[in-house]
């Protein structure tokens, strides 16, 4: 506190006496707040009273307020602007509510004794917040190679005035003569004293800037210090022309057959993208005109070939090659087929593709390794046949065809017997051919239908047909079998005999069958060179011999003769 020399008190009431080489005391206070000044370290112990005054630019000290020690009142002077805003407290601390702008100013604090005058200068600094700053009148879109205004940032109601940056990606932007141009302005509202700043940014584009994000930021001081508020980022979209056109396939699989649809695309990489272009098919010079898509449905091989788009003006293009993939198969013969037995049937499966295909083949669900080639047709391979091909590398496409081949053949009868240990004798009739004859038993003289036949399984166009009898006399069976095509009819003779018999041999004794039959034809043929031998023999003695002993021949011959004939009775049964 300054002491003031006593011929200024006479000029007290005036205020007019100013003390040389003040000392100042800055208070700081925020707007709106409630400023708080103090009057001095310690209070003399003679003061008569004190007084805060303040002191307007090129205008003479304004009293305020006013506190007598002596007769402990206070006294608050009409000044409008403070009205209802002043506090002068015991220690003479003078507080101003709800700060304005208008009280950043000087203020005195004055304090009287009886001997002296002191002063103490105050300076009021007030400070108020901006606005966030934010971006107004932003720009639809940018346009690359034109200088267009971006926008506007402002920052409202701050405090001293502060300064506004503009950054792109978060980098700040320097001005650049025809590309980056920023113009800052700033408005004081005269009822309040705040500051509103406004800086617009014109901005020339390039195809980078697509995507960037725009921002800016205000710069203050306030109470302790430089402060900083950003606004929220901004996209633009950024116009640029198409430099390049592209053609592709809109497809779930990489290759396509026929019969499936095709959808072309046509893209450029100008924003906005354009919206129609010219398609170009195989070997047609004329554009179609079209959205960006073009579908194809049901495409044949034919659709196979060079695709291109274009802009409307045809001033780039793009093509791309579609290779539509196609399997045709042709069977010969195909369906249903019939031939008789012993015929030949040449059979060749056929395929054309756009790739190299693979060919099986499958008879009655199971497949087979070679192709079927018939040169003479067995009731074995009548069956169905499925010539089947596929492109592995074309998903979908496979073919093919069917031969449904029947074998016909008239019926064929071979008769065998076996004659069992107990006297019984079966006898067998092998039977073959197609359609599956119907077979009947028949005995002769009566001609009595047997109808205990058995049948065995009809596999490959054969099966048997079993009866058991036993006979107390000879008798002949007669085997019928009968299709569509022919009747045949077999017989044979069964003795009522019971020697053991067999004219079935099986395929695990067949060996042992045909020695034993080559046994009995040896002793057969032993028999009769021996019956030869004899009877030359005797007819050389009879030659020789007398004629009275010709009667004893005669009757020998007759025993000879009997015994041959009973020797041919039998040969049957054997």
Not at 121 to 129: A, D, G, N, R
Not at 219 to 230: A, D, F, L, V
């Amino acid at each position: 506190m300054m002491e003031t020399p006593l011929p200024c008190l006479l000029l007290l009431l005036a205020a007019v006496c100013l003390p040389s080489g003040l000392g100042l005391y800055t208070v700081n206070a925020v707007y709106g707040d409630t400023i708080v000044m103090p009057c001095s370290q310690g209070i003399p112990t003679d003061l008569m009273f004190g007084k805060w005054k303040y002191e307007p630019e090129n205008s003479s000290p304004v009293f305020i307020a006013f506190r007598s020690e002596i007769k402990k009142r206070v006294q608050y002077d009409d000044i409008a602007e403070y009205k209802g805003r002043l506090s002068l407290s015991e220690n003479y601390t003078l507080s101003i509510k709800n700060a304005r702008i208008s009280d950043e100013r000087r203020f005195v604090c004055m304090l009287v004794t009886e001997d002296n005058v002191y002063e103490e200068p105050t300076v009021v600094k007030v400070f108020k917040q901006p606005s966030q700053p934010e971006i107004i009148h932003p720009a639809n879109f940018l346009e690359t190679e034109k200088l267009k205004m971006l926008g506007e940032c402002i920052a409202r109601d701050g405090y001293p005035d502060g300064n506004i940056t503009w950054y792109k990606n978060g980098n700040i932007l320097q001005p650049v003569e025809g590309a980056v141009v920023m113009s800052l302005q700033k408005v004081v509202d005269q009822s309040t004293g705040l500051f509103t700043t406004t800086s617009s940014l014109q901005f020339m584009p390039t195809k980078k800037d697509a995507n960037a994000q725009f921002a800016c930021s205000v710069t203050y001081y306030g109470p302790s210090g430089q402060e900083k508020i950003p606004s929220a980022p901004v996209v633009f979209d950024v116009h640029y022309p198409t430099e390049k056109v592209t053609i592709k396939v809109l497809s779930q699989r990489n290759t396509l057959k026929e019969g499936d649809n095709i959808t072309l695309k046509c893209s450029g990489n100008g924003n906005p993208p354009p919206q129609e272009f010219l398609f170009y098919t195989p070997g047609e010079s004329k554009g179609i005109r079209s959205s960006d898509t073009y579908i194809m449905t049901d495409v044949r091989r034919n659709a196979t070939g060079e695709y291109k788009c274009s802009l409307i003006d045809r001033s780039m293009e793009d093509s791309t090659t579609i290779i539509v993939h196609y399997l045709d198969l042709s069977l010969t013969p195909s369906g249903e087929v019939i031939k008789q037995i012993g015929e030949a049937l040449p059979v060749s499966c056929n395929i054309s593709s756009s790739r190299n295909a693979t060919v099986f083949w499958i008879k009655d669900n199971t497949r087979i390794q070679t192709s079927p080639s018939f040169s003479s047709l067995q009731y074995q391979d009548a069956g169905n046949y499925v010539c089947e091909t596929t492109l592995q590398e074309v998903e979908g496409l496979k073919k093919r065809k069917t031969l449904k081949l029947i074998v016909e053949g008239k019926p064929k009868i071979r008769m065998t017997k076996k004659t069992e240990s107990n006297k019984s004798k079966t006898i067998v009739c092998h039977v073959e051919g197609f359609p599956k004859p119907a077979v009947q038993w028949t005995t002769t003289g009566s001609g009595s239908i047997i109808n205990q036949a058995k049948e065995t399984n009809y596999v490959n166009g054969k099966f048997s047909s079993k009866i058991v009898i036993s006979p107390e006399e000879n008798v002949t069976l007669t085997c019928i079998a009968e299709n569509q095509l022919e009747r045949t009819v077999t017989s044979m003779n069964v003795s009522a005999i019971s020697i053991p018999e067999n004219d079935e041999p099986n395929d695990g004794n067949r060996e042992k069958v045909n020695d034993q039959a080559k046994l009995i034809v040896g002793i057969v043929v032993g028999l009769l060179l021996a019956a030869l031998v004899a009877g030359i023999i005797y007819w050389v003695y009879v030659k020789k011999s007398k004629t009275p002993s010709k009667h004893v021949n005669k009757d020998l011959g007759n025993i000879e003769e009997n015994k041959k004939l009973e020797e041919n009775n039998h040969k049957p049964e054997a």
